[in-house]
T-cell receptor, first 110, second 111 residues
Framework: DVKVTQSSRYLVKRTGEKVFLECVQDMDHENMFWYRQDPGLGLRLIYFSYDVKMKEKGDIPEGYSVSREKKERFSLILESASTNQTSMYLC?????????FGPGTRLTVL | GENVEQHPSTLSVQEGDSAVIKCTYSDSASNYFPWYKQELGKGPQLIIDIRSNVGEKKDQRIAVTLNKTAKHFSLHITETQPEDSAVYFCAASAYGQNFVFGPGTRLSVLP
């Protein structure tokens, strides 16, 4: 079974803090994705990566950056957290087609 | 770019009845259409998918149909059970690249 794990289920941070969200997959997938999920807006793509050290902006990259130093790990970074970044963050990895999600990190920025 | 619409946003059915959720997409290049089920507090889980070279796919009580000409696809759940209650998302993708998701449908199965 594919397993995608995320470092935290719940996280509370203060405005202006630097926040790291970690995602690890164990199936040697090339593709990895970060989404945020907000009520009524569905899943919106923040960043994605099709290979190590490769990254592409998604639909809403502003305020975020990513790092992919190893194939199995894809990190989402909030350089200076703001209250409008309070959300559920979902990591996913995929084969050429099927996409598998982690359990999500619910981030609250105070 | 791709745009995916999904209806209805909420759906309530009696246990044992069928449920149908419909999605439309805009990009004719999309060729892969997965459906996800998200239970409370969990990440979305892939439940069924269909590729553009197939018109229908079935897996036990779940089926998906695709009309490429009209650019719409639907999820059908028969003999619904309380454990089917969840939020369901459709998505469209071209060759497993950019996935675009619908806004979700909250399905409630009433006992």
């Amino acid at each position: 079974d594919v397993k995608v794990t995320q470092s935290s289920r719940y996280l509370v941070k203060r405005t202006g803090e630097k926040v790291f969200l970690e995602c690890v997959q164990d199936m040697d997938h090339e593709n990895m994705f970060w989404y945020r999920q907000d009520p009524g807006l569905g899943l919106r793509l923040i960043y994605f990566s099709y290979d190590v050290k490769m990254k592409e902006k998604g639909d809403i990259p502003e305020g975020y950056s990513v790092s992919r130093e190893k194939k199995e790990r894809f990190s989402l970074i909030l350089e200076s957290a703001s209250t409008n970044q309070t959300s559920m963050y979902l990591c996913a990895s995929s084969l050429p087609s099927e996409q598998f999600f982690g359990p999500g990190t619910r981030l609250t920025v105070l | 770019g791709e745009n995916v619409e999904q209806h209805p946003s909420t759906l309530s059915v009696q246990e044992g009845d069928s449920a149908v959720i419909k999605c439309t997409y805009s990009d004719s290049a999309s060729n892969y259409f997965p459906w996800y089920k998200q239970e409370l507090g969990k990440g979305p889980q892939l439940i069924i998918d269909i590729r553009s070279n197939v018109g229908e796919k079935k897996d036990q009580r779940i089926a998906v149909t695709l009309n490429k000409t009209a650019k719409h696809f639907s999820l059908h759940i028969t003999e619904t059970q309380p454990e089917d209650s969840a939020v369901y998302f459709c998505a469209a993708s071209a060759y497993g690249q950019n996935f675009v998701f619908g806004p979700g449908t909250r399905l409630s199965v009433l006992p």
